[in-house]
Every structure is written in C-alpha cells, then in structure tokens.
C-alpha cells in the first residue's frame, strides 16, 4: 500500500476512480497490429494504473473491462479478451497479497467460463485476508441496467428487505458497501457512458482525453487528477 503524494495542483484526491479502458482496438489498427494486440497492450495500462493509484493512496478504482454489449463482438476477439481476463486474474493470484490490493469482480459472472469462475472464487478469498489497500474492481460481463434488474431482483427475493430508499437498494447493487466514483475517466475520445455505473454517476466528475487506453500513463493519470482537484462539487447546492 502507497502513502499519499502530494504533488503540485493535488490539492484533492477522488476516494474511488473509475475508468471505462477504452481504445484499445484503435490502437492496435494504428500500429498495423491485430485487435488482440491492442487488447493486450490494454491490460497492460490496467496493471500499470493500478499499482500507480495504489501508491497514490487512492481507495477505490474500478475498470470497465468488458460489458454486457461486448458479446455481439467476434468469437475470436470475445475469446481473446477472456483469455487475457484469465492471466490476469492468475497473476493477481500470486501478487495481490504482496502489493496489498484487494479485487472484486463485477457483473454477471454466471455467463463466464466456470475456469474464469472458479479464479474469481480465489481472488475474492485473497481480498477477504487483505485488511487495507487498494480495492481494485474489475467490471466483467458489466452493464448499468443489468446491475440495475439484477439489485431489483435481489431486493425483492431478500426476505429481510426493509423500506425502499436510495440508499437501502445501493446495498443490492455490485458496488454495496462503496463509495460512489468521484471520478470517471474515458480515453480514446468518445464522450458516452456505454452504460458504466449508470446508478453510481449521478454526481461523478467526468474527465474526457483522446489518448488511446494501450497510451495512457501516469503521466495521463496526473492530468486527470490535477483536473478533478479544481473542480467544485456542488451536488445540488447553491454556493
Ligand atoms: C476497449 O477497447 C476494450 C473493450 C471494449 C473490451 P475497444 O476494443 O473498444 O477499442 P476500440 O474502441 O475499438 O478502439
Ligand atoms: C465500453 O467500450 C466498454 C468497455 C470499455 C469495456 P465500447 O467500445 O464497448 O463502447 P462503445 O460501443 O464504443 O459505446
Ligand atoms: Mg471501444
């Protein structure tokens, strides 16, 4: 676990980041490459940005890896994202502990492989033995209004349900228990949420950038935050 840095213009850092990684198949058509190649050079980014906000002393900061829309993509690029979420579930693994960064999954895993699964069950048993740092969630076969349907249904099958508010259902989302993002990041210049924590945004700091995920550094990550700390967060107040 980092300690937090001060640096020039970081006056205030988000508690929860959150970043839809997109670009990636941009990227790679830049370069020549095979969309794979840009996926790869993709998750890259991710380890990269994450061991970066781990040491800045960020608390929360969750991916968009791979939504429910994703599916209508071709067998063989479906697959070969699946295959990279894979290795990098089996390096979290071995260096989670080390690092002191928690990890969740969140979506629907159901409709993941049971190999994909079955890693899942061991990172989530890791993370239960890490008592601080980083909690890194990564957002698998993830939509807003899944999660939405999903938090509904769960609320009306819990024979403990109490009264029904904005803060009792939150409990039923993938987020329960987490701070709403303070900021959201979406490279690659597209300015749309694609239906990234459609629930959780509603008072999120947005910050756009043309730079392709596979490019974005810690360089791009100061940019970001230095940007977030001169924002005034009103939340419906008037000044
Ligand atoms: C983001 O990169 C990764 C996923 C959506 C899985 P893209 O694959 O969407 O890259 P572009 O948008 O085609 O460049
Ligand atoms: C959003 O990116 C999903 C992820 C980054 C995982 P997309 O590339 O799928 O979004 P659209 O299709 O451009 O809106
Ligand atoms: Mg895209």
């Keep these: 676990m980092g300690t937090a840095v001060n640096k020039p213009g970081r006056s205030e850092l988000p508690r929860h980041v959150a970043i839809i990684m997109d670009g990636n198949g941009r990227w790679a058509k830049k370069r020549g490459l095979v969309r794979s190649a840009g996926h790869a050079a993709g998750a890259e980014t991710f380890r990269k940005i994450t061991y970066y906000l781990s040491d800045l002393g960020v608390e929360y900061f ?9 599916w209508k993509r071709s067998e063989k690029e479906v697959s ?24 969740k999954v969140l979506g629907d895993t159901s409709r993941l492989s049971p190999e994909l699964r079955a890693l899942i069950d061991r990172t989530d048993e890791i993370s239960r033995r890490i008592k601080s740092g980083l909690i890194a969630n990564l957002c698998i076969n993830y939509g807003g209004r899944d999660e939405i349907i999903h938090a ?36 690659s210049g597209e300015y749309r949420l694609s239906n990234f924590l459609l629930w959780q945004c509603a008072y999120s700091e947005f910050y756009f950038t043309d730079t392709l995920w596979p490019d974005f550094n810690e360089a791009e990550m100061d940019k970001a935050l230095e940007a977030y700390a001169k924002r005034e967060r009103r939340y419906g107040n008037a000044k």
Excluded: C, H, Q
Aim: charged share 30%.
């Design 152 to 187: 509904i249904k769960a609320w009306e099958a819990d024979p403990e349900r109490g009264e029904l508010s904005e803060e009792s259902f939150s409990k039923y989302l993938y987020t329960a228990g987490m701070p709403d993002p303070d900021l959201i990041i979406r490279p």
């Design 80 to 103: 070969t994202i699946m295959a990279l979420l894979k290795k990098f579930l089996l390096e979290a693994i071995d260096t989670m502990e080390k690092k002191g960064i928690r990890l």
């Design 62 to 70: 969750t991916v968009y890896a791979f939504s429910t829309e994703n």
